[in-house]
Nanobody, 126 residues
């Protein structure tokens, strides 16, 4: 079965950087697209970035565009989220997600996405 394991979260000062990793297993090739979501306390889980498994195109939420970069390493079956210029409002649990339909990673939710990792906490202090 598809499994996703996030790592790389932690506490960082505002303006700092973190790199999250999503190790994926249970599928090969371009079967699943991978994305990152985040959920802050009391808020809905929202899409942050995703990457197409077929052509590598990337998509970003307006709130992170220009600061975050999603990338993939197919040999390692791992997707990364490089987060720069972090702000306190970026504080959230970050989840890796997989779906056969890229649409759900762009505008999906907890209820519509096929697979989720367990999440990794990112805390940005001011």
């Amino acid at each position: 079965e598809v499994q996703l394991v996030e790592s790389g979260g932690g506490l960082v000062q505002a303006g700092g950087s973190l790199r999250l990793s999503c190790a994926a297993s249970g599928f090969t090739g371009d079967e699943y697209n991978i994305g990152w979501f985040r959920q802050a306390p009391g808020k809905e889980r929202e899409g942050v970035a995703c990457i197409s498994s077929t052509d590598g195109r990337t998509y970003y939420a307006a709130s992170v565009k220009g600061r975050f970069t999603i990338s993939s390493d197919n040999a390692k079956n791992t997707v990364y989220l490089e987060m720069n210029s972090l702000k306190p409002e970026d504080t959230a649990v970050y989840y890796c997600a997989a779906d056969r339909n890229l649409l759900w990673l762009i505008g999906g939710s907890k209820e519509t996405v096929d697979y989720w990792g367990q999440g990794t906490q990112v805390t940005v202090s001011s």
